[in-house]
């Protein structure tokens, strides 16, 4: 009850305090024109979704190409071992009141959201050999679950409290950003823009290459070509490589997609009866010293099945993404193991999504190397 009545203050202080940013779509003036700007969006990802979608409401003629049979590029929600039951995301998931931009189109489309992290049960941790459990998190604040999880607070900030743990759940609730994930997956805010581009959205359409002429860039995407006035090129800088531009890039564009590196990225799915990971007061998140995220969030309809993910990023996913396909699951089975260890008979398979696979992503986002 204590807890409900402090998130429901914080509702109302965001609300009202003017330090927390706003987003407002941008306003342009559209140039007088005999006839509208055909643009062409490469890409239906969400910067491209929503790149197009922005110019449509400014009366634009919008095309999106997508090389594959969906939308969402790196949001993209799967089913867990096909399991209608068992939905979970493989890419970009968490997000908080900070991230207004993201705020604005969910609210647009009116899409529900759901607590990122949990709110009772005990972390755990998995140094070396060393399993360790930490206090229950229902002490904590979801931003200091957050930095605890992704490695930004050492393991041994949890016990600290100057002012009293009441006071300072209290405080921690009413002042740190809360982390929010979208309620049946990710891939749901991308269908929602892709349902307001249609029949402009063509999936299973690759570029081969794009064309720059005097009035005009021609889109050529295998036998078809199509002709725009102008082209917005969403894709991953990563995957630039697969489109022959003519003219070719200039030598600053090339440095400046030479000077970009692209983060290792994959999640490990793990898939169980029942919720055995609950065993000894868990709460099915936690850590390792290598700084890879141990998650329990799947959206589920059937009460006698569950999911843990094991996610790496960054420094933390390197030395896995560099091994092969089966050699690297069973190194986070085996992390797996080791934190849950009275789960090991519940589990019914595993699945796992490497981004650095994807030929249509290389990898996470990109990173100025500077």
């Not at 990710?186 to 794009?210: F, G, H, Y």
């Not at 999640?267 to 141990?294: H, I, N, Q, S, Y």
């Not at 420094?315 to 092969?324: I, K, Q, R, Y």
Request: charged share 25%; aromatic share 8%; with cysteine.
């Amino acid at each position: 009850m204590v807890r409900k009545a402090l998130l429901a203050a914080r509702t109302l202080k965001l609300k009202i305090d003017p330090r927390v940013a706003q987003y407002s779509l941008p306003k342009w003036d559209r140039a007088e024109r005999t006839r509208p700007l055909r643009i062409g969006i490469v890409g239906a990802g969400i910067a491209g979704l929503v790149t197009a979608r922005l110019l449509k409401d400014l009366g634009y003629e919008v095309t999106v190409l997508e090389a594959q049979d969906r939308v969402g590029g790196r949001l993209h929600t799967i089913r867990v071992m096909e399991d209608p039951s068992l939905v979970a995301d493989a890419g970009a998931t968490r997000f908080s009141e900070s991230h207004s931009h993201t705020m604005y189109w969910l609210r647009r489309f009116n899409i529900a959201l759901s607590s990122m992290y949990p709110e009772s049960g005990s972390l755990v941790r998995l140094s070396g050999a060393t399993r360790q459990v930490g206090r229950d998190v229902a002490y904590l604040s979801s931003h200091d679950v957050h930095g605890l999880i992704h490695g930004i607070h050492t393991w041994e900030s949890q016990y600290r409290s100057l002012k009293g743990t009441a006071t300072a759940f209290i405080g921690d609730t009413l002042t740190k950003p809360r982390w929010y994930r979208i309620a049946g997956g990710a891939s749901t805010l991308p269908k929602a823009l892709a349902s307001t581009l249609e029949p402009n959205l063509r999936l299973n359409t690759a570029v081969d290459s794009i064309v720059q002429r005097e009035t005009c860039v021609d889109v050529r995407t295998g036998e078809d070509t199509h002709t725009f006035d102008r082209v917005v090129l969403t894709v991953p800088a990563a995957v630039y490589d697969a489109i022959e531009f003519a003219p070719h890039l200039t030598p600053q564009k090339l440095a400046d997609l030479r000077n970009l590196r692209t983060q290792p990225s994959l999640r490990f799915f793990v898939a169980l009866r029942g919720e055995t990971w609950k065993d000894g007061g868990l709460c099915g998140w936690g850590c390792t010293d290598e700084r890879l995220e141990v998650w329990n969030l799947a959206d589920k309809t059937s009460p006698s099945r569950s999911v843990v993910v094991l996610y790496g990023q960054g420094d933390a996913a390197t030395p896995l993404v560099s091994m092969s396909k089966p050699d690297r699951e069973r190194r986070m089975l085996e992390m797996f193991e080791a934190m849950f260890p009275s789960a090991t008979a519940s589990i019914v398979g595993t699945h796992s999504h490497c981004w650095n696979d994807d030929p249509w992503a290389k990898g996470a986002q990109s990173l100025d190397r500077g």
